[in-house]
C-alpha cells in the first residue's frame, strides 16, 4: 500500500521533467520570442496568421527551419509582400536571425501561416494557441500565441490577405 502511493508520486515527477524538457532547450538555444499573437479570422477560415518578434541574444546566428501547433495540421513560415499592387504570399523553408539581432513578423510581412485548425470550435480572440519554432541545431521554443480580434478586420479583407 505504502509503496505503491510512493510510485504514484514518482510517476508525478517524471511526467512534470518530461514535459518541461523541451522549455529547457528554448534557454540553450538563445531564442527569445515576444509578443506572439494569432490574428483572430472568421470561423469557416481554415488559415491563421501568427506573429511574434524572434530575438537572438545569442553569438551564433540561428535558424528557424520549421514551426508547429498541436492546433492545426500544418505550420509554414510565409511572407507577404506587394507585386504590381497586388498582395501575395510567398512560402519560406527557414527564417535566419543573425547573432544579436532580430526578426519580427508582422502584418503586411513575415508571418506563421497556422494551416488547418484541429480545434473541436473556431479560435476566438482570448484563446492560446501552443506554438513551437524548430531550430536546425535541433532546439526549439515553445510557448503560447494569444489570439486577438484586429479592429477593422473584415471576411472580405481576409480572404484578400490569405489570397495565394
Ligand atoms: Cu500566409
Redesign the pocket.
Known amino acids: 500500500m505504502g509503496a505503491r502511493v510512493v510510485m504514484k508520486k514518482n510517476m508525478g515527477w517524471l511526467s512534470v521533467m518530461l514535459w518541461l524538457l523541451p522549455v529547457a532547450s528554448l534557454w540553450a538555444g538563445s531564442i527569445e520570442v515576444v509578443d506572439p499573437w494569432v490574428r483572430e479570422a472568421p470561423p469557416a477560415m481554415q ?1 491563421l ?1 501568427a506573429y511574434m518578434e524572434i530575438r537572438n541574444t545569442g553569438t551564433m546566428g540561428k535558424t528557424v527551419v520549421g514551426a508547429s501547433s498541436p492546433m492545426f495540421a500544418k505550420v ?1 513560415f ?1 511572407e ?1 509582400m506587394q507585386r504590381a499592387g497586388v498582395s501575395t ?1 510567398v ?1 519560406r523553408d527557414s527564417l535566419v536571425i543573425d547573432a544579436g539581432s532580430k526578426v519580427t513578423l508582422k502584418p503586411g510581412g513575415y ?1 506563421l ?1 497556422l494551416i488547418a485548425p484541429q480545434g473541436p470550435r473556431p479560435l476566438r480572440a482570448g484563446d492560446k494557441v501552443p506554438l513551437a519554432l524548430h531550430l536546425s541545431d535541433g532546439s526549439q521554443w515553445v510557448g503560447e500565441a494569444e489570439v486577438r480580434a484586429v479592429k477593422g478586420d473584415t471576411a472580405a479583407d481576409m480572404h484578400h ?2 489570397a ?1
Open positions: 488559415t496568421s509554414e510565409h507577404s504570399m512560402a508571418h501561416m490577405h490569405h495565394h
